[in-house]
């Protein structure tokens, strides 16, 4: 039963244990502490196994992708603002080989033209944007219908 879960990192990056303390407007008041609590209950619903880093630093969510290859099945990545300026982080998902959704609470799109641009999509399946917390949820799903199941492998 336990092979079955599909194995998740959960990975934000800057300013974003600031969620809940400030621009509500944007990001709403959800904490961190919430996100990750939704997904955890989430996971447990749909058969999916979470865990979480939050780095302000680049070099260190470079390091816990790197760290992903091999224990994980796939990634949910909101880079934050490294979203639109990392070619470093979207080679760090490209070399893990590993399923990735990009995240982000608020829909970069319609916002300034700099969010419009994002080096991570690069090297995701797909991304959510615009759901707020809700979006983590819908990586979480996205990722367990790419998983490959007993059944077909
Ligand atoms: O919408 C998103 O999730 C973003 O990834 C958030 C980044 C922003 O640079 C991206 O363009 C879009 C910013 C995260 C900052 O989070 C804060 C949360 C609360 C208070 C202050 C910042």
């Not at 336990?2 to 944007?26: F, H, M, S, V």
């Not at 996971?43 to 994980?72: C, M, P, R, W």
């Not at 799109?109 to 991570?120: C, D, L, W």
Request: charged share 15%; aromatic share 6%.
């Amino acid at each position: 039963m336990a092979d079955k879960l599909t194995k998740i990192l959960i990975l934000n990056g800057p300013n974003l244990n600031l969620l809940g303390t400030r621009q509500p407007e944007i990001y709403g008041s959800t904490t961190l502490a919430d996100v990750e609590d939704m997904c955890r209950t989430h996971a447990v619903k749909v058969g999916a196994q979470v865990s979480f880093y939050q780095s302000n630093i680049e070099g260190a969510l470079i390091d816990a992708i790197h760290a992903a290859k091999g224990t994980q099945d796939g990634l949910i990545l909101n880079a934050g603002a490294y979203t639109h300026t990392s070619i470093a982080l979207m080679d760090a998902v490209f070399s893990v080989e590993l399923p990735m959704v990009e995240v982000h609470l608020s829909n970069v799109h319609a916002r300034e033209e700099f969010r419009h641009v994002s080096y991570i999509s690069k090297a995701a399946i797909g991304q959510l944007c615009g759901f707020g917390a809700q979006g983590y949820l819908f990586a979480i799903d996205a990722l367990v219908a790419c998983h490959p199941g007993p059944q077909a492998a």
